[in-house]
């Protein structure tokens, strides 16, 4: 692991001169005021065809699944959906489409009898279809395209007119639509053959090799969109799915550099130093303001990077499986710890002020990070996320003194 910033090592020192030039006093427990969360609103329409009562999510731990806890609407009507929520999450998270076999079609206006899955990027949200899926995905595999790159290769891959983020329904685009139906049943069928023989390997990764597969197979796909052969099903490759699924795994864990994958770790346990001293503090003070946000604010920063750190496939045998509150492996982040509880335990005074400079730190280290060019975009966006939350604590900290 590598050292610890110099930002962050002078903490201690900052620290110092604060102890000795502040009062003591520990009178104010009170419950600080709450700032309103910005919010966003998010609409956009899901197709194959237009899907009426399709399941639409926001990933917050990009695993591809809608898990019991993520926000979620089901598509109106007409395959709409709309989203109020909290501002960044509304702009920086995937979002996932599970239709399941109750879900309207209205190319049909029947049931499609079975499961979809579809994915958007956030940016590319407005129109959520297979196609779009497919587009999410190679991203996901290869973290250095963009929308546009990812799109536009899917566009010369399968030789068609198509545009990801327009609707083909409305634009009467019937070779992109045409597409899209057989790439909807493909990477369902393959997603389902694949299933059964890896049993015990997540959806995400999967989902991941489903779309694959589909995706070698665009001039198939091509030829049938264009005769209208909207019932071809692409090939599904069921030959040693375990070497498969390990083949898939080692590429995506390469995307990733040893020094963006140590930094993963690193933030990984700064967030959790920050809402282990907030606990600390709650515990010798009661002023509700280190409870909040260790709770609702460091806890979030904590599970969004260890997302990304599961998602690239990052090592992590050094570390406990149950970490315990207030133990690093990161033996500077270690002192530090001692070192702000020691502060902190003096007055409830000192006690923000530790408050103020972790939030400092947390935020200088974040734009470190945020620096090289490399950083894939999921990445990105989950520490710009961070550094928005931290810059919110620190308000709130501040306020108290």
Not at 290 to 308: C, D, L, R, V, Y
Not at 326 to 347: E, R
Not at 390 to 398: I, K, Q, R, V
């Amino acid at each position: 692991m590598k050292k610890i910033t110099t930002k962050i090592a002078a903490l201690s020192l900052v620290l110092s001169a604060i102890f000795w030039l502040s009062g003591c006093d520990s009178s104010d427990t009170t419950t600080p005021a709450v700032t309103p969360v910005a919010t966003t609103t998010l609409t956009g329409v899901v197709a194959d065809g237009y899907l009426v009562g399709a399941k639409v999510c926001l990933d917050k731990n990009y695993n591809d699944v809608c898990d019991e806890g993520e926000p979620f609407v089901l598509t109106d009507s007409t395959g709409k959906y709309t989203f109020t929520l909290p501002e960044m999450s509304a702009t920086q998270l995937p979002i996932l489409v599970e239709a399941d076999e109750n879900t309207i079609d209205l190319d049909t206006n029947t049931s499609i009898g079975t499961k979809w899955y579809f994915k958007a990027n956030s940016g590319n949200s407005s129109f959520i279809s297979p196609l779009s899926t497919l587009v999410a995905q190679a991203m996901a595999l290869d973290p250095t395209l963009t929308t546009e790159q990812a799109m536009a290769n899917l566009q010369t891959e399968l030789g068609l007119d198509i545009n990801t983020t327009i609707d083909y329904v409305a634009a009467n685009n019937t070779k992109a639509h045409n597409a899209a139906k057989i790439i909807a049943h493909s990477l369902a069928n393959t997603e389902t053959s694949l299933s059964a023989i890896a049993t015990t390997t997540d959806a995400r990764t999967i989902r991941l090799l489903a779309a694959q597969q589909v995706r070698s197979q665009t001039a198939a796909i091509q030829e049938n969109a264009i005769t209208g052969n909207t019932l071809y099903l692409c090939d599904v490759n069921t030959t040693d799915v375990t070497a498969q699924v390990t083949e898939l795994t080692t590429a995506i864990s390469a995307s990733l550099s040893p020094q963006l994958q140590a930094d993963l770790l690193f933030m990984w346990e700064e967030e959790r130093l920050a809402r282990d001293v907030y606990n600390a503090m709650y515990a010798k003070w009661g002023s509700k303001i280190f409870t909040n946000i260790a709770t609702n604010g460091e806890q979030t920063h904590i599970n969004s990077i260890k997302s990304m750190i599961d998602k690239y496939a990052v090592s992590t045998t050094e570390y406990p499986v149950v970490a315990i509150a207030g133990v690093f492996i990161n033996q500077d982040l270690q002192s530090l710890y001692n070192t702000l509880v020691a502060k902190g335990n003096v007055s409830v005074t000192e006690a923000y002020n530790v408050g103020v400079l972790i939030e400092n730190t947390d935020i200088a280290d974040l734009d470190k990070r945020l620096l090289p060019t490399d950083l894939p975009a999921d990445i990105r966006a989950v520490y710009e996320n961070l550094r928005k939350g931290s810059e919110s604590h620190l308000a709130a900290f501040n306020k108290q003194l």
